[in-house]
């Protein structure tokens, strides 16, 4: 069953907290709930010079998910249609959730890519007639603060965002694959884990995951007091201050900053206010270990990292998909093929593809055909 939320204070942050981000609220009915996940709070439809080529039409959505913990929590993001005519059903969905952009509002892309400059996976689903779905993760371009790599947060609103855009058109089917790189290669494992226990009125058919990220919880001790200069790859950092800026969020009772210097903490300042680009160029000149008072190798830090952003092994109740490149420096294959690994071990319908001369970036297009013929598999499976 949804999470149907009960508490007329919560619903009267939420529409406040609308209401100060300036978007156009929708009130909840006149009952005492709270919007339950999926609620829009505004809709507008984007102009035709912003569409995809292979797009009759597109939205632009603000709308209610939960976080981490389960909380009310609000996300933009974006639907498109394909032209045509919908098939009996509807709309078969790909929802796409986005790689690493950052973790403040202006980083979210549905305010920074429009038209034929989305990612390939979008376009390709809408010219092979499929909807698309797009969101910004939690608090990322709406209200809040965003929980960069928190599993159960991007499941909700990978999910969310297609009740949302059902809510508003009924041409959209209830059948949805789950796709998306690195951060959000990682995000769409989490919705397809979650997803028949979160939203069973909505009908999974598979997973493909991109470069996704994973094993991060067993590899965060390196960013640490110690760690050593690492020229060009000290920007790498920032990817770390995005965990701890979520981790903190998720979790206050961490003490987050006290593991950090004065330098670090500025730094993880910085993180929730400039984009990826911006703050790794910030970061070049400055060793992780600059960034680190004491090591993040505490019992409790470890323990609250593995619940926040540990890959789930088993569980699914569809076939997965992963694709990496062989080359990719910033998330090295073999973290893929641990994972393959490990869900085998637990029993999960598990597929690997590697590609030998891609890396992190160019194996979105390398993969492209491989991963259109797997969602087609997906919406083909009875």
């Not at 006290?258 to 070049?284: K, P």
Request: with cysteine.
């Amino acid at each position: 069953m949804r999470p149907t939320l009960i508490r007329p204070v919560v619903a009267a942050i939420v529409v406040l907290l609308a209401a100060a981000w300036g978007v156009a609220v929708v009130p909840p009915q006149a009952s005492a709930a709270a919007p339950i996940p999926g609620f829009v709070f505004s809709a507008r439809p984007l102009a035709a010079d912003q569409l995809p080529s292979g797009a009759a039409q597109g939205t632009d959505l603000v709308y209610a998910t939960l976080d981490q913990n389960g909380r009310p929590a609000m996300a933009s993001g974006v639907f498109w249609t394909p032209r045509g005519t919908p098939p009996a059903g509807g709309w078969p969905v790909v929802s796409w959730a986005h790689g690493t952009t950052g973790i403040a509002d202006d980083c979210a892309p549905s305010r920074t890519r429009h038209g034929d400059g989305l990612e390939a996976p979008v376009r390709k689903a809408l010219d092979a007639g499929y909807a698309v779905t797009a969101t910004d993760y939690a608090g990322m371009g709406s209200a809040g603060e965003t929980e960069y790599l928190g599993g159960r947060a991007a499941a909700h609103a990978i999910v969310d965002i297609i009740h949302a855009a059902r809510s508003i058109d009924s041409s959209l089917s209830t059948r949805w694959v789950s796709t998306g790189h690195s951060q959000g290669g990682h995000a769409a494992l989490f919705a397809a884990r979650f997803a028949g226990e979160y939203a069973p009125d909505l009908s999974l058919r598979a997973a493909v995951a991109i470069a996704p990220v994973s094993s991060i919880e067993n590899y965060f001790g390196l960013f640490g007091p110690r760690t050593p200069g690492l020229g060009r790859f000290n920007g790498f950092s920032g990817l770390f201050l995005y965990i701890l800026a979520g981790l903190d969020h998720a979790r206050r009772d961490l003490g987050i900053a006290d593991h950090l210097t004065d330098n670090g903490r500025r730094y993880l300042d910085a993180a929730r206010e400039q984009c990826y680009g911006d703050l790794n160029e910030s970061l070049r000149s400055t060793s992780p270990g600059s960034l680190v008072a004491k090591p993040f190798d505490d019992s409790a830090f470890r323990d609250a990292l593995r619940d926040y952003a540990a890959v789930p092994t088993g569980g699914y109740s569809v076939p997965v998909r992963i694709e990496h490149g062989f080359l990719d420096p910033v998330l090295p294959y073999f973290l893929s093929r641990d994972l393959r690994k490990e869900m085998r071990d637990d029993g999960t319908d598990v597929t690997l593809k590697t590609y030998l001369r891609a890396d992190h970036t160019t194996v979105v297009d390398e993969s492209l055909d491989d991963t259109m013929r797997a969602i087609k598999d997906g919406f083909a499976r009875d």
